[in-house]
């Protein structure tokens, strides 16, 4: 069975300092994998993607996510966060249907 | 972009009541919907899945006669909990898949938030 580690309960930045969110993996083959954002009381939002090809991949927000095989590992990253990125962090894994994992609070201090 | 609307946002209902929730895919077509509960600070948790024109497949330990999934179109899926008791107070969010991608993306609705009293 599929599953996925977020081992950071919570996370606490200073603005514009840079950011990495990790994520860990388990499944048999080359999962899809996903990060997604979600606001208080809110849905989530789709920040970026990884079906296959280019192992670094952009989404919005100026976040980018590395997908490595070996550590069966993807990472969200961020060089400068911004107070409106405080935030519930997910990392999800799709095997026709969608694996969560426990999200990371992002904390953003001025 | 695909957008998912739901409806409620939120609902108070009294103990023994049942409530609906509504899922609709605004600008597309879903022949898969899917319901997750979330708890308090807590992750995503798959409830069903919901296939247009057949039954719902439910995770296990999701009491199918509780909460009752209808698929009857390419764009709208409803989630009734039947009987709600304060142990269903949740926030509840769906999902669908555009059928004309392809691929595995879900989009997902802003969430229903139930409080049964």
């Known amino acids: 069975a599929q599953s996925v580690t977020q081992p950071d309960i919570h996370i606490t930045v200073s603005e514009g300092a840079s950011l990495e969110l990790r994520c860990n993996y388990s499944?048999?083959?080359?999962?899809?994998l996903f990060w997604y954002v979600q606001s208080p009381g809110q849905g989530l939002q789709l920040l970026l993607k990884y079906f296959s090809g280019d192992t670094l991949v952009q989404g919005i927000k100026g976040f980018e996510a590395e997908f490595k095989r070996s550590q069966s590992s993807f990472n969200l990253r961020k060089p400068s966060v911004h107070w409106s990125d405080a935030a519930v962090y997910f990392c999800?894994?799709?095997?026709?249907?969608?694996?969560f994992g426990t999200g990371t609070r992002l904390t953003i201090i001025p | 972009g695909a957008v998912v609307s739901q409806h409620p946002s939120r609902v108070i209902c009294k103990s023994g009541t049942s409530v609906k929730i509504e899922c609709r895919s605004l600008d597309f077509q879903a022949t898969t919907m899917f319901w997750y509960r979330q708890f308090p600070k807590k992750s995503l948790m798959l409830m069903a899945t919901?296939?247009?024109?057949?039954?719902?497949?439910?995770e296990q330990g999701v009491e199918k006669d509780k909460f009752l999934i209808n698929h009857a179109s390419l764009t709208l899926s409803t989630l009734t909990v039947t009987s709600a008791h304060p142990e269903d107070s949740s926030f509840y969010i769906c999902?669908?898949?555009?059928?004309?991608?392809?691929?595995?993306?879900?989009?997902f609705g802003p969430g229903t938030r139930l409080t049964v009293t």
């Open positions: 499944y048999g083959a080359t999962p899809y």
């Open positions: 999902s669908a898949r555009d059928l004309g991608t392809g691929t595995y993306e879900q989009y």
């Open positions: 919901s296939n247009e024109g057949s039954k719902a497949t439910y």
């Open positions: 999800a894994v799709d095997n026709e249907k969608l694996t």
